[in-house]
């Protein structure tokens, strides 16, 4: 395989792998939107001392409040790293399609210059 062949074949792969991030980042960011949304319904149906009381109405306010605390751990700072984390993936990718073009760009000029040497010979 040659050199170009190689650079050509890398450049076709970041591209997928960056389409894949780009849709990652789409469904993430998505759920992340859904889980928002939703974080209301986690403290329905609301509970007072007319509704509810005691022992067990104690208990069931401290384990609905250890969810709330895990549901927004997850909902906003592991999905937030989850997005950061994919968005600073996304910028490497980037990077390295833009290395492989030139590197492919400078590839092609060489190939031309060793032509047209040849042809002159």
Known sequence: MSYLSYLTSQLHEKKEQLIRLKNAYSSVNQ??????????????????S???QGTLA??????????ILSYKDMSQTQMDTAIMSIED???SIRSQIQSLEISIANEQERIERELIREEGM
Not at 31 to 48: D, M
């Open 31 to 48: 759920l992340q939107g859904e889980f928002l949304r939703h974080q209301t319904s986690i403290t329905h149906p609301e509970l007072t």
């Open 58 to 67: 104690r208990k069931f306010i401290e384990v609905r409040e250890d969810v």
């Open 50 to 52: 007319s509704t509810w």
């Open 89 to 91: 993936k996304i910028s």
